[in-house]
């Protein structure tokens, strides 16, 4: 793990603001999933325009930057700007647009499931390189107990159980973190 | 070729297609299900020993993702049967030819990938079902011997089907990882079943 990634949001966005720009690259590849993410599996826009917002969500961060009261509310702010355009962007794209545009009770849906994603993704940077490892091959690349053990030459009677526990750290630096309130001015 | 969602049927549904001759679910479908009860009983059971037992909740998070893999296997493996019996009536009735025996073989080898994957899912639900069988609530212990039996019976019925298909040969890297898993699975089960006795 970079010392950049290690940092908090707040963090990120304070060397930022004095114009690091590996800070901005590590902020940029943070946000990047989610953002697109947000585009494409939340409001299902097209690639092209999956793009434009893209690149309008980074540009109107980086400008605007500064009008972010609460750093640590970076996310929030992110969030809300993707949401924002890319609704601008199904809007200009007119009626043409209209039949694939999710439904509402969809897209909430969507967009909390793209946020547990997210949130989880970004509290499994605080674990230890093993937990990391062993929930992503268990959990994302779905390895059996025993290709997890011969891959990591780990004693196939105890993936479970070292699973379970790293599951239990997951899960208590989850309910550590606490939302922080969108205090943005944009 | 579109197979059904069985996951959308009703249960007497399920098994009333299950029992119509000739035709997906078979066998493969039966062995994903069995395997996907085996690590729905572990989750129940790890989830209410979670008064007693630190690990509970993390294991229960693991038979739920065993459940919901094996449950989609059921339809994919039904998919992947049609494919190969489609494949082989072709080939009996438009003769042999190099494109046909290559499109045959690679339909039969993704027939006997599936029940790998449900065999290996199976050694799993087994391995968990014995460690929720060791440190579970004492009042749930026989859920998890059920469990560890269903799953083992899973791993072997699928193991089997890798076994006799046609694409499959002695020596084969697939066979032996779904006997080793039938191995696994059959041994979690014992030591399960045996601690009751």
Same mark, same amino acid.
């Given at each position: 793990m970079s010392q950049l990634s290690a940092l908090s949001d707040a963090e990120l966005v304070q060397r930022c603001r004095a114009g690091s720009t590996d800070a901005w690259n590590e902020l940029v590849e943070r946000f990047s999933r989610y953002v697109y993410a947000v585009c494409t599996r939340g409001f299902r826009l097209s690639e092209d325009d999956a793009e434009d917002v893209f690149q309008e969500v980074f540009?109107?961060?980086?400008?605007?930057?500064?009008t972010l009261r609460n750093d640590a509310a970076l996310r929030p702010w992110i969030a809300q700007l993707t949401r924002r355009l890319c609704l601008d962007s199904?809007?200009?794209?007119?009626?043409?647009?209209?039949s694939a545009e999710p439904l509402a009770? &969809?897209?909430?849906a969507d967009l909390e499931e793209i946020d547990e994603a997210f949130t989880v993704r970004e509290a499994m940077t605080s674990l230890s390189d093993a937990c990391k490892e062993i929930l992503d091959r268990f959990f994302a690349r779905d390895q059996s107990y025993r290709t997890i053990s011969e891959e990591? &030459?780990?004693?196939s009677g105890t993936i479970a159980s070292r699973i379970a526990r790293c599951l239990s750290k997951l899960r208590i630096e989850l309910e550590g973190r606490s939302e922080p309130p969108d205090v943005s001015r944009k | 070729m579109e197979t059904?969602?069985?996951l959308g049927l009703r249960l007497d549904d399920f098994l009333d297609r299950l029992s119509v001759g000739g035709q997906a679910p078979g066998g493969g479908s039966?062995?994903?299900?069995?395997v996907a009860f085996a690590a729905g009983l572990v989750a129940m059971v790890a989830r209410c020993s979670r008064g007693t037992w630190e690990d509970a909740t993390g294991v229960a998070a693991q038979g739920l993702a065993i459940k919901d893999r094996a449950a989609h296997l059921a339809r994919t493996d039904a998919a992947a049967w049609q494919e190969a019996t489609a494949a082989l009536h072709r080939a009996g009735s438009d003769g042999a030819g190099e494109r046909r025996d290559f499109e045959l073989e690679q339909k039969l080898k993704r027939a006997a990938e599936v029940p790998l994957e449900i065999a290996e899912l199976g050694a799993d639900a087994a391995a968990l079902a014995a460690l929720v069988g060791e440190y579970?609530?004492?009042a749930y212990r026989a859920d998890a011997a059920a469990a560890a039996a269903l799953a083992a019976g899973g791993a072997s019925a699928a193991a089997h089907l890798v076994e006799v298909n046609l694409a499959v040969r002695e020596g084969d890297e697939t066979l032996r990882r779904a006997r080793a898993s039938e191995q696994a699975a059959a041994e979690?089960?014992?030591r399960t079943l045996a601690s009751f006795r």
């Open positions: 540009t109107r961060v980086f400008t605007h930057l500064d199904i809007q200009k794209g007119g009626r043409e647009q209209a009770e &969809d897209l909430a990591l &030459d780990i004693p | 059904e969602d069985y039966a062995a994903a299900l069995s579970c609530d004492g979690a089960a014992q």
